[in-house]
């Protein structure tokens, strides 16, 4: 008899609880061995049990042949060929794709139980939560050898736009990609006078990350930095109105380490001036403002998705919006330039491919190699957003346990607050935290970098506010770059001084005295309280010190 897989046949199998061989079906998931030995899976007449994942329901037209039962890809059966009786019928090439997926990602889960890490104590300051639903998506995607971005992204993008209720959203290969993407976007010749042209300049702060500022300086717009609050560890909106000059065309600024920027006066100043806003809300999803989340406020906003962020797909990142026009820049930006807006693997969706006369082009050149505008490829893998999938679904526990950790570390570092400034939730936020900043106020006992160093052996891992006040980074120094300081004339960043530093009082502290510790949703309530021992040890020996 030739056995093919998916056939069903009818076999005799030594079930564990009969004394004698039985025949029952099977569905065959393997050729034959050298030794004729094949894999089957038993098909049972019984409903399948809601709680297994792994008990698949079998129905009417999934075959050749009338059968509904059930099959349990967690029981493979081993079966000699000799040992089947019959081909009653074959099941349809669907039925059989989802069935070996699931074989595969049963056999995936329980590598991922066997070897999931056990405990040991470390406090790592941000991590990815994995589990065995986001390495059975990766499993999927891998088995459509799609490769580049495909069913998974479109569902990736879909899902991310209705989730912040937003129209369009993108995904982008990091969260610098799509802040470069955000910025390169808005110099499109599409936006006629609004575009942003070279010189203009762009309101952002020097304590932050470094690729929020970098797509301007790439994009030759001109950085106005302002300082930040002490607390919130946000810009200071106080001194947006005096940064604003004839050039400025946008604001382009953080909600920092999670914390929502004061929306409502940003909001007001962008309307007043007509700037464009885009929120860099790459450490913020999950986050409130006015009961409603960050990243839907401004023309444009960005997202990271790297693994210490609210969720992760490894790399990755997006831009979301709901202007169609920009939605239309963006994705020429990311897609190579090009002004077709084909999906990879698709073709005509305009219906007019070797319609159109654009540029000084022939008439009827393909759509698909017409170039719109000077562009990148950022785009992702189908894996990256078969990840963000699992992972958006997690993103309402993610948030509630990095909530959860802030109010106990909140509660517990209160009784230092002698010698930290604790962070401050601005006004009428609820922040999904990306971190727990803490400033070390002037004090006789430890300094920032005994405390860091202290913690750092005990295991527990800080982390620096990104750039502190990026002014005084190489980077800066080493390139002539143009920028302002507040309401400063155009200045070179290698002239810069301790007076031009000294404008930004606020990053400078931040720089000096001011850490970050973890809270993200792989540390659990014991950890944190060990965290908080830490602290009091440390804080009772230094005083024992002096
Ligand atoms: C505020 C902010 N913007 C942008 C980024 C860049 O994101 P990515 O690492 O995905 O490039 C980060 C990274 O942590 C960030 O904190």
Sequence with gaps: MDINIGDIVLGDVALAHLPHLKQSLLLII??????????????????????????????????DIPLNASISVSYPYIIHKTSCRAIQGKVKKEFLDYILRSFVKFSADVHFEALSPGDSFAVPPS??????????????????????????????EEKLAVHLGMKYALTTNSGSSANLLAISSLTSHQLGERKLKDGDEVITVAAGFPTT????????????????????????????EEAISKKTKALFVA?????????????????????????????????????????????????????AHHIT????????????????ILMSFRDWGRDCWCRPGKDNSCSKRFGWKLGSLPEGYDHKYIYSHIGYNLKITD??????????E????????????????????????????????????????????????????????????????????TRQLFAGNMLRQPAFIQTPLRLR??????????????????????????????????????????????VLGRFDDFIKSRKADV
């Design 30 to 63: 393997t050729k034959p061995d050298g030794y004729g030995n094949l894999l089957g899976l038993l098909l049972n007449a019984h409903q399948p049990d809601s709680n297994s994942p792994w008990k698949i329901r079998m129905s009417d037209g999934e075959a």
């Design 127 to 156: 991590g990815k939560v994995l589990d065995g639903k986001d390495l059975a998506n990766m499993i999927d995607a891998s088995l459509d050898m799609w490769l580049t971005s495909g069913r998974f992204n479109d569902e990736f």
């Design 213 to 240: 500022v970098s797509p301007l300086i790439q994009n030759r717009l001109v950085p106005v930095f302002v300082d930040i609050e002490l607390g919130t560890y946000n810009i200071d909106v106080s001194q947006i």
């Design 255 to 307: 909600h920092t380490l999670g914390n929502p920027f004061n929306l409502d006066r940003v909001m007001e100043l962008c309307d007043k001036y007509n700037l464009w806003l885009i929120e860099d809300n790459c450490d913020a999803f999950g986050s409130t403002y006015q009961n409603r989340q960050t990243g839907t406020f401004g023309h444009i906003s960005t997202m990271s998705f790297y693994p």
């Design 313 to 328: 797909m490894g790399e990755g990142g997006a831009v979301v919006t709901n202007d169609s026009s920009l939605y239309r």
């Design 383 to 392: 894996w990256q957003a078969a990840i963000g999938l699992s992972q958006l």
């Design 394 to 461: 997690k993103l309402p526990l993610f948030t509630k346990r990095r909530r959860e950790n802030f109010r106990l570390l909140y509660k517990g570092l209160q009784a230092f607050e002698d010698y930290f400034i604790l962070p401050r939730a601005t006004e009428r936020s609820n922040p999904s935290w990306f971190g727990f900043p803490l400033t070390v106020k002037k004090n006789k006992i430890f300094s920032k970098i005994d405390i860091v160093n202290f913690l750092e052996d005990s295991r527990i891992g």
């Design 485 to 530: 300081i507040r309401n400063s004339p155009l200045l070179n960043s290698q002239r810069l001084s301790g007076k031009h530093y000294r404008m930004l009082p606020n990053s400078d502290t931040v720089m000096k005295n001011t850490f970050w510790i973890g809270l993200w949703p792989g540390i659990n309530r014991n950890a944190i309280l060990s």
